[in-house]
């Protein structure tokens, strides 16, 4: 079944929850369709873990394009949604259009992502206009790393948690199709989650969201260091793949890999006549 605006809405409505993670490439996009995930998110944290930037603000827009192009390919029924890059969408709302609009052309995108409260709702306002789906994101918004000085959990004094559902209701008022919360208490998450008709989808944000999503490569296990509180680590993919390239290494170099299934035969008398050998 195709993932849309309004199965995702129905989805909060009957309390089923909405599945998203990450994906940067088409083979991953279209292992994560053919599970049945209902949301992929070409999440702009592919510069950390796709181009092995320290944060998410040296993303460009043609990185943005190129990814989301590959998952569209890969995935036929998820819903589709890619990130809005460090200044895609902040210094004009013609330029937000227009950059969003790249992102469903040139990307294939069902919806783009864009982080921000209050200070964001004219761009999420003319992008929808647009008929543009906008999924927004408050909370430990990446983007802000340096404003918060460090990736710090927001949400934890009353005024902050006020601000931030406050940013919520305007959000959703400007026309916004759900909203990723990141980095809040649970408690404040399931407050904006019952305020709100739109889906709340959590990273960080405990289990009172209507959907979670996480980094592809965090929950596989993929990732080395630190792993962030909120992280599950579904699989540990990492110790498979250093497996598999260790096996390879040895194979390759004992003479063991190809073995002669891997191998393509020719005939016989064709050799000899290649190399002139009389019998
Ligand atoms: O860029 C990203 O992957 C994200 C998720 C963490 C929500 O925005």
Do not use: W
């Amino acid at each position: 079944m195709k993932n849309t605006v309004s199965t995702l809405l129905k989805q909060k409505q009957s309390g089923d929850k909405i599945t998203m993670l990450t994906a940067y490439d088409y083979t991953t996009a279209k292992i994560m369709d053919e599970c049945g995930i209902n949301s992929i998110l070409i999440g702009d944290s592919l510069g950390m873990v796709m181009l092995g930037y320290e944060n998410t603000l040296p993303v460009t827009m043609a990185d943005m394009i190129h990814h989301t192009a590959a998952v569209s390919r890969g995935a036929k029924n998820a819903f589709i949604v890619a990130d809005m890059p460090f200044m895609s969408y902040q210094v004009s709302v013609e330029e937000a259009v227009s950059n969003a609009g790249r992102l469903i052309k040139e990307g294939g995108a069902h919806a783009v992502k864009l982080e921000g409260g209050a200070e964001v709702c004219e761009q999420i306002r003319a992008i929808v206009n647009a008929s543009i789906p906008v999924v927004a994101h408050l909370g430990l918004t990446p983007q802000s790393v340096n404003a918060f000085g460090g990736f710090k959990v927001q949400g934890k004094t009353l005024e902050n948690a006020r601000k931030l559902i406050a940013d919520a209701v305007k959000i959703q008022e400007a026309g916004a199709c759900a909203v990723v919360l990141e980095g809040i208490p649970a408690k404040l998450a399931e407050i904006i989650t019952e305020k709100l008709v739109i889906p709340t989808i959590g990273i960080g944000a405990g289990n009172g969201c209507d959907g979670q999503v996480l980094v592809y490569q965090d929950m596989l296990g993929l990732t080395t260091g630190h792993t962030p509180k909120f992280v599950k680590r579904f699989a540990e993919a990492g110790i498979l793949m250093r497996q598999g390239i260790s096996d390879y290494i040895q194979h390759t170099k004992s003479g063991e890999f190809p073995a002669p299934e891997h191998t393509y035969a020719i005939d016989d008398e064709v050799i000899r006549q290649l190399i002139g050998k009389e019998e």
